[in-house]
């Protein structure tokens, strides 16, 4: 397929709000691609091209622009080979092959797939919730329902794959948990009480929220690899983690849990100290709870109800299992004391989980539930400007914002500011603000750096006022900066927080 047949359709969808539009067009787009070109075009489209990062900055690109071509002659295949080449560039002369093979590419390029390159390849597309289409547009495409796309996607993790294998005609339903094939992790929403949390819920397992980091944990053949909640591989920098699993009875298992320090009287240490002992090799003061079992005693567990998996848990785990009680049904006055134990052992709150639930990979929603008592929301930094007096060597204060999927307030896929803070940044913080932002600026005006709306960043705040500044309506209330929701903690800007869960904040 040529590009500009992508160009176009990537363009109607970014022109419209509407998902059936947007689902029809990619779905057209899909039908005309050759089996070989999928797994090419999807990154393109999601402006993540399957080789991973190319290293390429936004100065290096806008000095490399060369003149626009005739347009039309570059296909699909003729873009990936190139990034290939890009990320393939190693030692000495690979400076020289970079800038000869990005000037090929943009040379044949006319305007606007020049844009389209040089946005993918510094990353500054904004197609994290194209994911959710696209899944909707292979099924459209290949006739099959969309719960089982979506379903196959979570499981293998591998979006351009499924597409591939849905185009071929291969079962999709044949798509299962593969011990050592981490899976989307499960997803909580929120409530303001643990009433609310248990209201309709009927039978309920109320777990202590701990506030570490989550871990999935394989085990195949023996072998233990640990993953981020990002499905990165952290198994080095977690030794006593997989070497207890190592020792759990019977074979092949993947376990859902978090991993936490504790200080010598067994109290939860900060969340600053667990990032600390999983940056350093003195991993020993991490202790790790499991809260799910996804496949364990011969066979997978996701489609069982929770039950069923926390029996299966009990004897797996035993002793590193989360604390907390089972409700046989909705009881606010019980799943309240569980509350309050676990704010006592300071731990960040509860999840309220139905009993009956299945594990749904990937998916946020009603059977699980967390209440934590203070408001802190993951948004995404959009600008951060240099510091003044004491902090004038630094960049400081950050422009936030929240996800608008819908383009309610401005393009959809894109991001409102909703506020600025400096407060809560530890001199360690600002520091590592102060060389990561430049890496991801998009341009600086000597006051305010703009950066790629993709480090998430979780803010607490007392609440939200009614604004005429900001363009959602919505402005924070004392916002201080938690935590940056990076390496081991990593979110990605599309599961950012909405504007529309801010805006419920507000007011009257
Ligand atoms: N008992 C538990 N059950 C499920 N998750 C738990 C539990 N204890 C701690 N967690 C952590 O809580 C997270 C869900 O809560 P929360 O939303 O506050 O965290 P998050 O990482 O910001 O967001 P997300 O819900 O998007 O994962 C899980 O990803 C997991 O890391």
Redesign the pocket.
């Known amino acids: 397929m040529l590009l500009n047949g992508l160009v176009a359709a990537s363009s109607t969808v970014a022109a419209t709000r509407s998902r059936l539009t947007k689902t029809q067009t990619l779905a057209d787009l899909i039908g005309r691609l050759e089996p070989s070109e999928v797994a090419a075009a999807v990154g393109l489209l999601l402006g993540r091209p399957r080789q991973g990062r190319l290293g390429i900055g936004w100065r290096t690109v806008h000095k490399a622009r060369p003149e626009p071509g005739a347009g039309s002659v570059l296909t699909v295949s003729d873009v990936d080979e190139a990034f290939s080449t890009l990320v393939g560039a190693h030692g000495t002369g690979s400076a020289a092959v970079r800038a000869q093979t990005l000037d090929r590419l943009l040379g044949r390029a006319d305007v606007a797939e020049q844009d389209y390159l040089l946005r993918v390849m510094i990353g500054e597309m904004r197609t994290g919730a194209l994911e959710g289409v696209l899944v909707d547009a292979a099924a459209l495409a290949t006739d099959t329902p969309k719960e089982i796309v979506r379903r196959a996607v979570m499981l293998s993790g591998d979006l351009g794959g499924t597409v591939r294998a849905a185009l071929s005609g291969d079962d999709l339903t044949e798509v299962g948990l593969t011990p050592g094939v981490p899976v989307q ?1 499960m ?2 929403g ?1 409530a303001p009480s643990a009433g609310e949390a248990t209201t309709g819920m009927g039978a309920s397992s109320v ?8 871990l999935q944990v394989h085990r195949v053949g023996g072998v233990v690899t640990a993953y981020t ?1 990002s499905l990165a591989d952290i198994t080095d920098r977690v030794p006593d983690i997989a070497a207890l699993v190592a020792t759990f009875p019977g074979g092949d298992l993947v376990l ?1 849990g ?1 991993t936490l320090a504790l200080d010598e009287s067994g109290a939860a240490r900060p969340f600053q100290d667990t990032m600390s002992g999983l940056g350093r090799d003195a991993a020993s003061a991490l202790h790790v ?1 499991f ?2 079992v996804l496949y364990g005693e011969g066979r997978s567990l996701i489609d069982e109800p929770l039950s069923v998996r926390r029996e299966v848990l009990a004897r797996v785990a035993g002793d590193h299992v ?1 604390g ?1 009680s089972v409700l046989p049904d909705a009881d606010p006055a019980a799943a309240q004391a569980v509350l309050d134990e676990a704010l006592a052992r300071g731990h ?1 709150g ?2 309220v ?1 139905s009993l009956d639930s299945v594990y749904a990979a990937g998916r ?1 929603g009603a059977n ?1 539930v ?1 209440v ?1 008592p203070v408001y ?1 929301y ?1 948004l995404v930094v959009l600008a951060v400007e240099h510091g003044s007096g004491r902090r004038s060597d630094w960049l400081s204060n950050l422009h936030l914002g929240a996800r608008d999927p819908d383009g309610e307030f401005g393009e959809p896929g894109g991001f409102v500011m909703v506020g600025k803070t400096f407060k809560g940044l530890t001199d360690e913080t600002l520091r590592w603000q102060t060389s990561h932002f430049p890496t991801i600026a998009t341009g600086d005006d000597g006051h305010v750096m703009r950066v790629r709306p993709e480090t998430v960043v ?1 803010i607490a705040i007392d609440g939200v006022q009614r604004s005429t500044r900001y363009p959602g309506g919505a402005a924070l209330r004392f916002a201080r900066v938690k935590r940056y ?1 990076t390496g081991v ?1 990593a ?1 990605p800007p599309s ?1 950012a927080d909405t504007i529309g869960a801010i805006r419920q904040l507000l007011p009257g």
């Open positions: 992790p997803l909580a929120s777990e202590y929220k701990l506030d570490g980091a989550r909640r859902d978090e709870w809260f799910d989360i907390g960040e509860i999840v989980k946020r699980w967390k934590k802190t993951d979780e929701r903690d979110k599961e």
